[in-house]
């Protein structure tokens, strides 16, 4: 019997943010190119009934192909005619794929098969390193011959990849739906992977915020784990880009939000909304003419005090959009919620979050944020407000600007996630529920509980006692299984966690 816990389902949120459409008709967002996963059978004929294996590779095929359906994954899967036999067919094969582009490999045991299979993809492998799922398949025990020696096969041939040095991930699991959660986890992976390695970050300000020590990132260490470059441009060259946007374009903009009936406060001037929302058109139009996928924007001081605006409310509909974005020149951060928005699909929605408030009795984490988060996350029966900053208001409110979008955030799963600085090399993830709650703290705001049998002493005394980075993103539904396979191919470690009964412990 299948005992497998399926993750929970995502919460019902919306398609669009509150001015997405409008954006949309601006910047038609750009067609993504999917991921390419070839899947490889091997097998011999000598020993093994070779219709058997044609045939149960082909059905692993079919199988493999519907995850992609089920899932609405953006990868096109490409097969053979038959199982290799041959090695030097099969690296003549990949070779030729290769001129076409290669995501992932996954190989399928559809017999037992000769050494030389192993060792040349393996040697392959080793010269264009792709993500390598290996899958062996449960014999038919019928107290007769034996029809393929799959697990064995795939024992033989793994034995091989270990020593050559290539990463790979593996199952033994009957060719139907029971192989589906594994191979989604595989194909969602690959394809980050994927994007990760040809994709390029937009840093708007250039540098991180003042003292903000962990908000920048070791780009070089990045650029060779993760394949991912960051290009700088300064504020100014941003609002130079802004200039070209007219009242015409802004206007529909600024009513999308702040006459929307779900926005029940507006307490800042036009002018300052009409400059962030400026800041962030002009941020869209770099990024679609330059083909970045995410973009992180030094959101102060300089914007606050030079320029008179807060780039809050752009960087919520930016995210609303589909660019993934980050502020306060958060490169640590943009790579934490791209890993989320990647891995699913852009379902999980992200937004960068401070840990403010802990409570064991209650085992929840506050996050909030100053008004940055994407109205998709606004909880449903509830409203938002459209404000100045609220730590600015704090020292003094004359000075004060905006425009923050202030809601509580939509109850539902969610994944917590942080790449830590400085170079990413180092990850630590929780899951948890966002339960209901009042809000705390003008902003966004919501609290997690965590779950997998683990507490919010233990989360923060994991985060406080290995010294973690302060920013962290989250993304709606549980994705921590797919973040660990992405790591996997990254190389990158996996902090632990520590016990904590209490808000109290020692530096690791």
């Not at 993750?7 to 919306?14: E, F, I, K, N, R």
């Not at 394809?191 to 970050?201: D, Q, V």
């Not at 490169?331 to 802990?358: H, Q, V």
């Not at 965590?450 to 406080?464: E, R």
Request: glycine fraction near 8%.
């Amino acid at each position: 019997m299948n005992t497998r816990i399926p993750p929970p389902a995502l919460p019902d949120l919306p398609s669009e943010g509150v001015a997405s459409r409008l954006l949309k008709g601006l910047f038609p967002p750009p067609a993504v190119k999917p991921a390419r996963i070839v899947v490889l059978g091997c097998g011999t004929a000598v020993h093994f009934p070779w219709d058997h294996a044609c045939k149960i590779y082909a059905e692993a095929s079919a199988q493999i192909r519907q995850v992609v359906r089920s899932a609405g994954l953006p990868v096109e899967i490409v097969t053979c005619d038959a199982p290799f036999e041959d090695p030097v067919a099969l690296v003549r094969t990949l070779d030729e794929l290769l001129a076409t582009n290669i995501d992932g490999v996954i190989l399928f045991h559809a017999a037992y098969t000769c050494g030389e299979i192993g060792s040349h993809l393996g040697r392959w492998l080793l010269d264009h390193p792709a993500p390598l799922l290996s899958w062996s398949w449960p014999d038919p025990v019928t107290g007769d011959a034996i029809v393929a020696n799959s697990l064995c096969c795939q024992n033989f041939l793994l034995g091989m990849m270990a020593r050559l040095g290539v990463r790979y991930v593996w199952m033994h699991e009957p060719v139907d739906a029971s192989a589906h959660p594994f191979i989604e986890r595989f194909l969602r992976s690959a394809r980050a992977r994927s994007r990760f390695r040809h994709g390029k970050l937009l840093h708007v300000g250039g540098t991180r915020v003042e003292a903000f020590y962990d908000g920048e990132t070791d780009e070089l260490s990045v650029m060779r784990r993760f394949g991912l470059r960051f290009d700088r441009i300064d504020l100014q060259t941003a609002l130079d880009r802004s200039r070209k946007f007219s009242d015409a374009h802004i206007r529909p903009l600024r009513e999308a939000i702040l006459q929307n009936t779900l926005c029940t406060k507006v307490a800042l001037p036009d002018s300052q909304t009409d400059q962030t929302l400026r800041f962030g058109l002009a941020i869209l139009d770099y990024a679609q003419e330059r083909g970045y996928i995410g973009c992180t924007v030094k959101s102060w001081p300089d914007l606050w005090f030079a320029y008179q605006c807060s780039i809050d409310g752009a960087v919520s509909m930016l995210n609303d959009y589909g660019l993934c974005t980050a502020e306060e020149g958060e490169m640590n951060g943009l790579i934490s919620s791209l890993a989320l928005w990647e891995i699913s699909n852009g379902k999980a929605i992200t937004s960068m979050m401070d840990l403010s408030a802990a409570n064991v009795a209650k085992n929840r984490i506050g996050l909030w944020h100053c008004g940055a988060s994407p109205t998709r996350m606004l909880r449903k029966g509830r409203t938002y407000e459209a404000r100045k900053h609220v730590c600015l208001e704090n020292g003094d409110p004359s000075t004060a600007v905006g425009l923050m979008l202030e809601f509580l955030l939509e109850l539902g799963p969610v994944t917590v996630t942080r790449y830590q600085s400085p170079d990413a090399a180092r990850c630590f993830t929780f899951e948890g529920d966002l339960r209901d709650c009042e809000l705390a703290f003008r902003g966004n705001y919501g609290e997690v509980e965590p779950v997998a049998g683990h507490t919010a002493a233990d989360v923060m005394g994991s985060i406080l006692a290995h010294g973690m980075d302060h920013h962290w993103s989250f993304g709606y539904g549980h994705w921590a299984r797919e973040l660990s396979m992405l790591n996997h191919w990254l190389g990158v470690r996996e902090l632990p966690l520590v016990r904590s009964p209490q808000l109290q412990g020692f530096s690791q």
